[in-house]
């Protein structure tokens, strides 16, 4: 069966490979202990490609599996099905995502407990970025207990949930560290950014109920601002709007969700956080930039305002099921909204046009069903 593959660190080697299995049947992990942990064979409907993808196919990023020489990309997934055995939990036809994680072969303490997000060793893999193969493959198989069911109603949109739990890993933590040091009730919510993660901290944060302003270097008849303002939502221009000064503008900032890709900007969403505010950094910022700070100002805000900083990456199942049921109350309340943040479906046999960003995207999908 065929699958998009790439040599990490070889330029231009992104291709069509034929596999003899599904991806993954080379490397299963065992079952989870004290479970049969049956392996469930799933028909891919499509993957997103994000920023880490991008960074594997041009930067030379990612890793191949052991005694490989190329690595099937993907790890934004969306699937059906095809095969469960009895009493799996899982049906064919069943709509379906994989986590994207695998612990550690030391068996760390988060690992131990399903945490591999939070993994100590670093020796992790991830399935379609590191060491393991991904998603990009008409089919792919996995253990029972990394593969989360979806409602029908995420058909048009579960190739967001990867991010999604991303997203809501983060809030799900700001809200658990909040809850344990204050009297919580936050109301102003700032995040940077909007791209899909971005606007999907902007819906599930509108979902819980706060305002919320995006700042990007989007113009306000953008799709992202437009989508934005469906939800309730304001996308400003970081141009017109200097993060340190949006405290004067908006007042007390509760939460930052910073997630521009640009750690100068992550830096100075630290200096917009409100009293007993927490700021939230899910950018992955891989190069070595640097900036001149003002650390004495930064220190005496964060010590005399109470104010948290935290990061936050990857996420487990308990994540994606909270994210798929965010999603669907995406779903439910702005109907239509969330899926135009999928701004290009590419079939897989033209793989190359989902690795070229354009402008507009927000996110892109390759479709293996069409
Ligand atoms: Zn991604
Ligand atoms: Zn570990």
């Avoid at 100075?268 to 950094?281: D, F, K, P």
């Amino acid at each position: 069966m065929q699958a998009i593959a790439t040599s990490p660190g070889r330029a231009n080697s992104v291709r069509i490979v034929d596999l003899a299995e599904p991806s993954g049947s080379a490397a299963l992990l065992p079952a989870a202990p004290g479970t049969e942990d049956p392996v469930v064979e799933v028909a891919t409907v499509e993957v997103g490609v994000c920023g880490t993808d991008l960074e594997i196919v041009h930067e030379g990023y990612g890793q191949a599996p052991a005694g490989q020489d190329r690595l099937v990309l993907g790890h934004e997934n969306l699937g059906r099905v095809a095969s469960a055995p009895a009493g799996s939990g899982f049906h064919p036809g069943q709509l379906v995502v994989a986590t994207v994680r695998r612990p550690c072969p030391e068996g760390c303490p988060p690992c131990a407990a399903g945490q591999s997000d939070d993994c100590l060793t670093g020796h992790y893999t991830e399935r379609g970025i590191l060491g393991r193969d991904g998603y990009m493959a008409e089919r792919y198989v996995e253990r029972a207990s990394f593969l989360v069911p979806l409602p029908e109603t995420l058909t048009r949109v579960g190739v967001l949930m990867e991010p999604s739990s991303i997203v809501e890993k983060g809030l799900l933590e700001a809200e658990a560290i909040q809850r344990a040091r204050l009297p919580w009730a936050p109301r102003q919510a700032v995040v940077c950014g909007a791209g899909a993660i971005g606007l999907l901290a902007a819906l599930f944060l509108r979902l819980r109920g706060l305002e919320v302003t995006l700042i990007a270097k989007s113009p306000a008849d953008s799709l992202p601002a437009r989508l934005a303002a469906e939800a309730g939502a304001r996308l400003w221009d970081a141009d017109d709007h200097p993060i340190d000064r949006l405290g004067t503008e908006l007042g007390n900032i509760d939460l930052v969700f910073e997630a521009t890709g640009v750690s100068s900007v992550a830096l100075q969403a630290i200096s917009a956080l409100g009293r007993n505010a927490v700021c939230c950094l899910s950018s992955v910022t891989a190069g070595h930039r640097t900036v001149a700070i003002d650390t004495d100002s930064l220190n005496l805000n964060l010590v005399l305002g109470n104010k948290l900083v935290f990061g936050t990456v990857n996420a487990n199942r308990r994540h994606f099921m909270a994210a798929a049921r965010s999603l669907e109350a995406t779903v439910r309340r702005w109907p239509g909204l969330a899926e135009q943040i999928v701004t290009r479906r590419v079939p897989a046999a033209q793989f190359a046009a989902a690795f070229d960003r354009q402008p507009d995207d927000i996110k892109t999908a390759v479709s293996f069903q069409s």
